[in-house]
C-alpha cells in the first residue's frame, strides 16, 4: 500500500512560480512511474506530467513544456513538480500519482493516462491570478 501526500499549492499572480511536492509512504515508490494531474472546475482530470522511476524518460503535456519541470528523489521517497510562469489556464487541483509494482521485472517507463495508476493524492489547489 502506497499513501501520497501532495503539498506546496497556493494563490499566485500570472508569471510567478509554485513548486509542488508528493511525498509517499511505502517501498514501492522508488520502483515506479510517477504521474502529476489536474482538474479545473467543471473539467476532467488531464494529465501534466510523468517520469519514470529511474527518472530518465519524463513526458509533459503540450501546454506546460518549458513552463513546468517534473523530477524525483527516490532516496527520500518525494516526487516534485516545479511550475514556471504560471497562467491563469493553469489554476487547478494538482493531483500526483504512482503504479504499484507488477511483478519481479521493473520497467522504466511512464503513463501518461490516468487509469494506469494505482494511488492517487488527495490533491493541492493550485490558483493563478491574472
Known amino acids: 500500500q502506497v499513501q501520497l501526500v501532495e503539498s506546496g499549492g497556493g494563490l499566485v499572480q500570472a508569471g510567478g512560480s509554485l513548486r509542488l511536492s508528493c511525498a509517499a509512504s511505502?517501498?514501492?515508490?522508488?520502483?515506479?512511474?510517477m504521474g502529476w494531474f489536474r482538474q479545473a472546475p467543471g473539467k476532467e482530470r488531464e494529465f501534466v506530467a510523468a517520469?519514470?522511476?529511474?527518472?530518465?524518460?519524463?513526458h509533459y503535456r503540450d501546454s506546460v513544456k518549458g513552463r513546468f519541470t517534473i523530477s524525483r528523489e527516490n532516496a527520500k521517497n518525494t516526487g516534485y513538480l516545479q511550475m514556471n510562469s504560471l497562467k491563469p489556464e493553469d489554476t487547478a487541483v494538482y493531483y500526483c500519482?504512482?503504479?504499484?509494482?507488477?511483478?519481479?521485472?521493473?520497467?522504466?517507463?511512464?503513463?501518461?493516462?490516468?487509469?494506469?495508476?494505482?494511488?492517487w493524492g488527495q490533491g493541492t489547489q493550485v490558483t493563478v491570478s491574472s
Open positions: 500519482a504512482t503504479r504499484g509494482l507488477r511483478g519481479a521485472i521493473v520497467i522504466d517507463t511512464l503513463y501518461i493516462r490516468d487509469r494506469e495508476y494505482d494511488y
Open positions: 511505502g517501498r514501492t515508490f522508488s520502483s515506479s512511474a
Open positions: 517520469i519514470s522511476w529511474s527518472g530518465g524518460i519524463i
